[in-house]
């Protein structure tokens, strides 16, 4: 059975990459839990030398997440970060990137604490107006990095009119779709080079593994991306191949239940005081939301909001049954943070207040359990803090 593109998304969810097992027939990927290959003479082998370079599962793995991005080339990490790593290793000291100014903590700790240190050089800008992203070029600019919508305060960012401005820099433009998933946002369509993801995340979705991955399209440039995954060896063991393929199986089914709670939970909010300022790209008023409707089928299940203080938001979160207090996001469980403490606190104060991340700031992560559950569980938080 030929699979993959020419089917819908959740047909390529349940199929991509996946084919029955040549030697059994088994209808799951096995997984190929091995280090190396017998070879019958030196370089005399089935294609598969050694786990670094060549597995089974991972190549499984790697196929499913192309074909959810309708991308050529998928190249597998062991964490979403190894994954950001990596594409950054394409660069050579002197190089120049404009980056969204409001990326994952450990995006910015990465770029600002290590790669800066090899001569790397980088601008953080609000890339959700397209001239500051001009403005940021420099004659040594030579990626454009973008998160959106941004983590954690969700700025969307214009994907078609970035690719213009990158393709006339001749700038590689690098996308980290964590936030959407393939299924509500497909940045290579929208004239990206590389899309990344921490499938940690919603790919995975179920707080089991951690895991990256990037898609591209261009076959010199997967090529140098293949180079440096096996040169560098940031990949990912068998077993968490083998669950990452499971939890994409069920990728679009959860997105939209994801999302449908999301939507649910911020109409609820709206109506509370108590939640001062709410960040959610699915919300009329978010200077986004055009942006967003246009470029995404969907907005997502992250929902971020200021609730004052910080008084305000230990009382609202010790009193949470359902919702776990965490680090990470998009796994079938709600998951409820706060960055300063924890995902951002990597992130200067100065450039945190600069943001909108004040101590009084809470993201949530909105999973796919009763939504009347999730609601009932607010509303036990803010009654806390009346
Ligand atoms: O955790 P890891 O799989 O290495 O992925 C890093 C990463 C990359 N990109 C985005 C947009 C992310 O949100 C993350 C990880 N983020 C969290 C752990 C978090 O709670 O925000």
Request: with cysteine; hydrophobic share 35%; net charge negative.
């Amino acid at each position: 059975m030929k699979k993959d593109k020419n089917h819908r998304f959740g047909t390529r969810a349940v199929h991509g990459g996946v084919e029955p097992d040549p030697s059994t027939g088994a209808i799951m990927t096995p997984i190929y839990q091995t280090s190396t290959y017998a070879q019958n003479a030196p370089g005399e082998h089935k294609g598969f030398e050694y786990s670094r370079t060549q597995n089974p599962t991972r190549i499984a793995l790697e196929k499913s997440i192309a074909t959810l991005e309708g991308g050529e080339y998928g190249i597998a990490f062991s964490s979403g970060m190894a994954a950001i790593s990596s594409v950054i290793q394409l660069l050579k000291a002197g190089d120049h990137v404009v980056c969204s100014d409001d990326v994952y903590g450990g995006t910015f700790r990465l770029f600002d604490k290590i790669y800066k240190n090899f001569g790397l050089e980088f601008s953080f800008v609000d890339t959700s107006n397209p001239e500051n992203i001009k403005k940021g070029l420099t004659e040594k600019t030579v990626m454009i990095w973008l998160e959106t919508p941004t983590n954690p305060t969700l700025k969307v960012t214009d994907l078609k009119e970035a690719s213009a401005i990158a393709k006339k820099h001749k700038a590689l433009m690098v996308v980290d779709n964590t936030f959407m998933s393939p299924y509500f946002q497909r940045p290579l369509e929208l004239g990206a080079d590389i899309v990344l993801h921490s499938t940690t995340k919603y790919i995975a979705g179920h707080s089991d593994i951690i895991g990256g991955a990037i898609v591209a399209n261009d076959s010199d440039l997967a090529e140098k991306l293949y180079f440096i995954q096996n040169a560098a060896g940031a990949v990912p063991g068998p077993m968490d191949c083998f669950l990452t393929l499971r939890g994409i199986k069920t990728l679009h089914l959860r997105m939209e239940r994801h999302e449908h709670n999301a939507r649910k939970i911020f109409e609820y909010l709206k109506k509370q005081p108590a939640a001062k300022k709410i960040y959610y790209p699915g919300d009329p008023d978010h200077p986004g939301h055009e942006i967003q409707k246009k470029q995404s089928s969907g907005f997502g299940s992250i929902v971020s909001f200021d609730i004052g203080t910080l008084e305000n938001a230990r009382r609202f979160m010790s009193e949470l049954e359902v919702f776990t207090i965490a680090e990470s996001l998009g796994s079938v469980e709600s998951l409820i943070e706060h960055p300063a403490i924890m995902t951002h606190a990597s992130v200067p104060p100065e450039n945190r207040a600069k943001l909108g991340i004040t101590d009084g700031f809470i993201r949530i992560s909105v999973g796919v359990e009763d939504i009347d559950d999730l609601l009932d569980d607010l509303g036990r938080g803010l009654g806390a803090i009346k």
